[in-house]
């Protein structure tokens, strides 16, 4: 159980509180700047420099270079912003999702209505 | 004087923009909603003929950062551009605002005890564009409503409460009614039903609540705008949490309302709701 779990007490949700925002700010604010192409580009060439320049902690940064999406989440990062993070690295929203729940993107396919939806 | 002529709750997708902009309105997967939106978008060209609606809507990390992020933030211009969200902006035309009613709007809210943030630019991302163009026709360069956009705090917890969205609906409505022009306003009320894109939860709906609650909003509103966050986020998903926005819309709307169409579809991660409301008193 993370901080916000013992919180709110809703099993499996991260809910986005103002704690949780303090905790994930840098992992955030450096997630928004990659709504500029050229940062995109910053990003790619030298991943560390550029995290090291938004102050992320070490365990920030880990997450990231693991590309663990629960992880990222659980420290703070807030999925529309981290979104941006994903669309740099070629991560779509349901592949995000899919490695949440700790399954394929098949697998989690297979629990949706009409996965022709997309 | 202004009226408000019809109320709208309508979920927010980005799926269904692509979807719309890739011209997939016969794809058997995407058919059932636009064909479960055209009723209510031939409704509001034949009969509402609205002059502009007010659309309430939440920001996803496009036009807001948390650096500073409003409760309540009001645009006040003449005009909205498309935001590119960051895959390309979506070919829609720019929204025409209607800057004298959203001065009017401003002026009689905060007098009402509403202390809105006023925005004299905002970008809109899907959390405004996804409805549109399912309910008003546009053409490559217009659209045939003017738009007041209203933007809630939705992302970042504490949230204002359902029952103040409720009344701040109520005071959208007395600042129509006082409006000396005669203006026909449609409110739509956007976001949910449920979802949830975090955690090891991510992607659970709920079909059975959120038909409950197309029924509910109409019939008992204030008992369900009294649910706390927490009560909302358990049945519907963390993300579900921002059905408050369509408290504003039902706030505007009298005690008692008519439903002129419905539609729910849940095919992925989104139990996609809509519900177009009369007034009836």
């Known amino acids: 159980m993370s901080d916000t779990q013992e919180r709110w007490g809703i099993p499996g949700t991260y809910v986005f509180d103002l704690a949780l925002s303090r905790q994930g700010y840098a992992i955030n604010k450096m997630c928004n700047s990659l709504k500029f192409d050229e940062n995109r580009e910053a990003f790619k060439a030298d991943e560390e420099a550029y995290m090291e320049r938004y102050g992320l902690s070490e365990e920030q940064k880990q997450a990231i270079r693991e590309r663990d999406w629960l992880r990222l989440t659980q420290l703070g990062g807030n999925l529309f912003f981290f979104l941006k993070l994903g669309a740099t690295l070629g991560y779509g ?5 899919a490695q949440m729940r700790g399954e394929s993107y098949e697998q989690f396919m297979s629990t949706r209505n009409v996965p022709g939806a997309t | 004087m202004g009226k408000i002529v019809a109320g709208i709750g309508s979920s927010h997708v980005p799926s269904i923009g692509r979807a719309y902009d890739q011209q997939k309105q016969t794809d058997p997967a995407w058919q059932p909603l636009f064909d479960g939106y055209e009723p209510v978008k031939r409704w509001l060209a034949e009969e509402v003929k609205a002059d502009v609606v007010i659309l309430v809507y939440n920001d996803h990390g496009t036009e807001f950062f948390l650096d500073c992020y409003p409760t309540f933030a009001l645009g006040v211009a003449d005009s909205y551009a498309v935001a590119d969200e960051g895959y390309g902006k979506r070919p829609l035309p720019d929204f025409p605002g209607d800057a004298a009613f959203s001065e009017h709007l401003a002026n009689h809210l905060v007098a009402d005890e509403f202390d809105l943030t006023l925005c004299q630019e905002m970008a809109l991302d899907h959390g405004f564009l996804t409805a549109m163009p399912l309910l008003w026709e546009h053409d490559d360069t217009a659209w045939p409503v003017k738009v007041v956009p209203l933007l809630v705090n939705v992302i970042q917890h504490p949230l204002p409460t359902g029952q103040r969205c409720y009344k701040l609906g109520e005071a959208i409505r007395r600042a129509v009614e006082a409006y000396p022009e005669d203006t026909r306003v449609a409110v739509v009320g956007t976001g949910g039903l449920s979802h ?8 659970h709906i709920n079909e059975e609540w959120d038909k409950q609650w197309l029924q509910r909003i109409q019939d008992e ?5 009294a649910l706390s966050h927490k009560e909302v986020m358990t049945a519907a998903g963390a993300e579900g949490g921002e059905v408050i926005m369509w408290f504003v819309m039902r706030g505007a709307m009298t005690e008692r309302v008519e439903e ?11 139990g996609i709701g809509l519900l177009a409301l009369n007034n009836s008193d």
Not at chain 2, 221 to 225: D, N, Q, S, V
């Open chain 2, 260 to 270: 002129v169409h419905r539609f729910y579809y849940a095919p992925m991660t989104t």
């Open chain 2, 221 to 225: 509103p204030r008992e369900l705008a």
């Open chain 1, 93 to 97: 929203l349901y592949t995000i999702g």
């Open chain 2, 196 to 203: 949830q894109l975090n955690g090891e939860r991510f992607g």
